[in-house]
């Protein structure tokens, strides 16, 4: 990871590793046969290519993502997901417990 804006100087503008955990909100009309508003296999296999653009890559090599703090991250996956997954309403992503940013409605 690496901040564009961050200042010079810090420690953000330099290269280094990040993790994440991500929550992805989804909302739709709850299918009555079934129960449930989308099969979270389905969730995984529409996500996976996603995923594996953002796994284990530099993210300021990624096309279209203007930075690399957890704030322009969320929101550019909640962008990305969409077209694939329609039921996707909100991002979560976090950096560790209670810090990180919500990008669309709040999960």
Do not use: N
Not at 69 to 87: E, F, G, K, S, Y
Request: glycine residues 8%.
């Amino acid at each position: 990871m690496r901040v564009r804006r961050a200042p010079a100087g810090s420690a953000q503008a330099r290269l280094h590793g990040q993790t994440f955990r991500l929550r992805l909100g989804l909302s739709a009309p709850l299918d009555q046969v079934l129960g449930w508003v989308v099969d979270f296999g389905d969730v995984k296999t529409l996500f996976r290519p996603l995923f594996e653009r953002l796994d284990h890559q530099p993210l300021y090599d990624i096309d279209g993502l203007d930075d690399t703090d957890t704030c322009t991250l969320a929101h550019w996956i909640l962008r990305a997901c969409q077209p694939q997954l329609a039921a996707l309403d909100a991002v979560r992503l976090l950096e560790a417990d209670g810090c990180g940013a919500v990008a669309g409605e709040a999960p």
